[in-house]
């Protein structure tokens, strides 16, 4: 059992959900400050020696390691934002606060890494002389193992607890255990006379803390954006509700997350002929489903259709053959039809992905298809993008 395991075992109950909002809270904010505690250590032995021997980007990466203690300052108070529950003004928890500390660290360490990268390209036009020893860079290079071990420790709490904010400040860690690299390459070159190297290695340490800040950021930013889930994530919802009985599909789920938690919306398909009651039980019953697995809030919208019979399933094999035709595998959505003595109109909606442009050819060639079979039916057809 590693450190981070023990660390959760430690911290959370025995039996509880570890990735409940509370104990999420608790493993966070425990992390936030082994990072600050570790960071303040390293920061003071980079800037001291930094200064005595005039290496900019030793003086850079101190400063990095520094930005560093100010991130899990933010992870911590993220965190202490997330764990209060829902209120008037916030109904769905404050679980984003998460994402919100994700994009203030990736802010804070583009700010600093654009600021050393202006003072890198004075040093590299403008070189000085750059003290160092092997002692000097044998501390150096300790600090990058012990800053490898708490990106491993971050990324690891983080996989533990469902966490990208750990794994953010993860990858700041592990950003500057790379520009430390760069520092040792400075320093040794300054040894052997290369003194433009300090201003070259001060730029590409600099560059290491743009990427790391994008990265983080373009994360952060889609997530309170809203991103589609994976297929993966969608199938599990489409697989459980389909566990209901009298399910006969499943479509349009939509997923919002905040934070740990999700609420889900679907569309499930029942057959019209069952009563109000047993819809409405149903419906509860793949909101329950759905929401004991997946740690979800969930609204059914049932969509009541005509199951089975001749006419309905010679209609449902037409449609559905000029779907496959033009590449699309899913299944027709909500086929109703009305009729007296006989079919007066059919109506249906076809799943396409956000990038079909096929919509006028598609609705042709069915609609061709039926009225050779159904002339007199006024045929509806609804296109609904897939965004998943």
Request: with cysteine; charged share 20%.
């Amino acid at each position: 059992m590693n450190l981070a395991n023990l660390t959760v075992k430690k911290l959370v109950p025995k039996g509880e959900d570890v990735t409940s909002t509370q104990n999420r809270s608790k493993v966070g904010i425990f992390q936030g400050y082994v990072s600050i505690t570790g960071n303040i250590i390293l920061f003071g032995i980079k800037i001291v020696l930094g200064l005595a021997s005039a290496s900019l980007a030793l003086i850079a990466d101190a400063f990095h390691t520094l930005s560093d203690v100010v991130s899990s300052m933010v992870v911590i108070f993220g965190y202490h934002i997330a764990r209060k529950p829902p209120d008037e003004e916030h109904p769905f928890g404050h679980g984003r606060a998460e994402t919100i500390a994700s994009l203030t660290i990736a802010l804070l360490i583009g700010f600093v890494g654009f600021e050393f990268f202006k003072v890198a390209i004075t040093r590299l036009m403008n070189p000085g002389i750059i003290e160092a020893n092997w002692v000097w860079i044998s501390a150096i290079a300790l600090t990058i193992l012990i800053k490898e071990w708490m990106a491993r420790y971050s990324f690891q709490l983080g996989d533990i607890i469902h966490s990208d904010t750990l794994k953010a400040d993860g990858m700041h860690h592990k950003s500057d255990s790379y520009s430390s690299i760069l520092t040792i390459v400075a320093m040794v070159g300054g040894m052997y006379g290369i003194v433009w190297l300090d201003g070259a290695m001060a730029i590409g340490v600099a560059c290491f803390m743009l990427y790391t800040g994008y990265e983080i950021a373009k994360d952060a930013i889609n997530d309170l954006l809203g991103t589609t889930e994976s297929p993966e994530m969608i199938m599990n919802i489409r697989e459980t509700a389909c566990t209901v009985d009298g399910v006969f599909n499943v479509h349009d789920i939509i997923v919002h997350r905040y934070g740990n938690h999700s609420f889900i919306s679907l569309h499930v398909e029942v057959s019209n002929l069952l009563s109000s009651e047993k819809i409405h039980h149903i419906a509860d019953s793949v909101e329950k489903k759905i929401g004991d697995h997946l740690n979800a809030q969930v609204v059914t919208h049932v969509d009541p259709i005509t199951i089975d019979g001749d006419t309905i399933n010679e209609i449902r094999g037409i449609v559905q053959d000029s779907m496959n035709s033009f590449g699309i595998s899913d299944i027709v959505q909500d086929l109703r039809i009305v009729r007296n003595d006989k079919v007066e109109s059919i109506l249906f909606e076809i799943p396409v992905s956000t990038d079909f442009n096929k919509e006028e050819s598609l609705d042709n060639h069915v609609k061709n298809s039926l009225q050779g079979m159904y002339p007199e039916a006024s045929i509806v057809v609804d296109f609904k993008k897939k965004f998943n």
